[in-house]
């Protein structure tokens, strides 16, 4: 028997309905719904509250179940990504922040602009490793304007960064202000990115 069947069954067995049972653990009867159906599961917090009140041992209530599990393991895999995709991302917009200083000559990376770019190229491409592990196991790292530059909401929206860093190269060009010839090789090293990527 399944954790839902569980909860069902213990709630029947005391005759009782979705919406007593809700009003006694000051939650919403969508919210038993829920659990008993494994649309969600409860919290730790939650749960110990169930097993006291329909008097069943926690081992009793979790027993031969994997969604549980499966869910509580999710949980803790999300935690844990977000942590190390947000140290990406920021890692990722300051080496973006350093090259279009360069370009503009507000600073001058001379010869570590090349070992700059390769790590720039490594957590892109690790960022979109990670994006494609999230679409897949729908963990909910990103943010809508992301799942667009991702790809997620179509392959075309991808091409948002290398069309942005070939017009900074354009104005740069045109402004005279800078070397833009590294703006423009940026949008290609992008484009390059996008199309191992899409074609995975």
Same mark, same amino acid.
């Given at each position: 028997?399944?954790?839902g069947?569980?909860?069902k069954?213990?709630r029947?067995?005391m005759?009782?309905?979705?919406?007593?049972?809700?009003?006694?653990? =000051?939650?919403?009867?969508?919210?038993?719904? !829920?659990?008993?159906?494994?649309?969600?599961?409860?919290?730790?917090? !939650?749960?110990?509250?169930? !097993?006291? =009140?329909?008097?069943?041992?926690?081992?009793t209530?979790?027993?031969?179940?994997?969604?549980?599990r499966?869910?509580?393991?999710?949980?803790?895999?999300?935690?844990?990504?977000?942590?190390?995709?947000w140290?990406?991302?920021?890692?990722?917009?300051?080496?973006?922040?350093?090259?279009?200083?360069?370009?503009?000559?507000?600073?001058?990376l001379g010869?570590?602009?090349?070992?700059?770019?390769?790590?720039?190229?490594a957590?892109?491409?690790?960022l979109d490793?990670?994006?494609?592990?999230?679409?897949? /196991?729908?963990?909910?790292?990103k =943010?809508?304007?992301?799942?667009?530059?991702?790809?997620?909401?179509?392959?075309? =929206?991808?091409?948002?960064?290398?069309?942005?860093?070939?017009?900074?190269?354009?104005i740069?060009?045109?402004?005279?202000k800078g070397?833009p010839?590294? /703006?423009?090789?940026?949008?290609?090293?992008?484009?390059?990115?996008?199309?191992?990527?899409t074609?995975?």
């Amino acid at each position: 028997m399944r954790f839902g069947e569980r909860l069902k069954k213990a709630r029947s067995d005391m005759n009782l309905t979705q919406g007593d049972v809700a009003n006694e653990l =000051y939650i919403t009867r969508q919210t038993i719904s !829920s659990w008993e159906n494994e649309k969600t599961y409860p919290d730790i917090s !939650s749960l110990i509250q169930l !097993s006291n =009140y329909y008097q069943i041992s926690l081992d009793t209530l979790l027993k031969e179940d994997t969604g549980m599990r499966e869910d509580f393991e999710k949980k803790y895999v999300t935690v844990n990504m977000k942590k190390i995709y947000w140290k990406l991302q920021l890692c990722f917009f300051i080496l973006l922040l350093l090259f279009i200083a360069n370009v503009l000559d507000i600073v001058h990376l001379g010869i570590f602009y090349i070992p700059f770019l390769f790590v720039f190229i490594a957590i892109t491409m690790t960022l979109d490793n990670i994006g494609e592990f999230d679409r897949n /196991s729908t963990l909910g790292l990103k =943010y809508k304007w992301q799942k667009y530059i991702a790809g997620d909401m179509g392959s075309i =929206y991808t091409l948002i960064l290398p069309i942005m860093s070939f017009l900074f190269g354009i104005i740069c060009l045109l402004w005279n202000k800078g070397n833009p010839w590294w /703006s423009f090789i940026c949008a290609g090293l992008l484009l390059w990115v996008n199309h191992k990527s899409t074609n995975k």
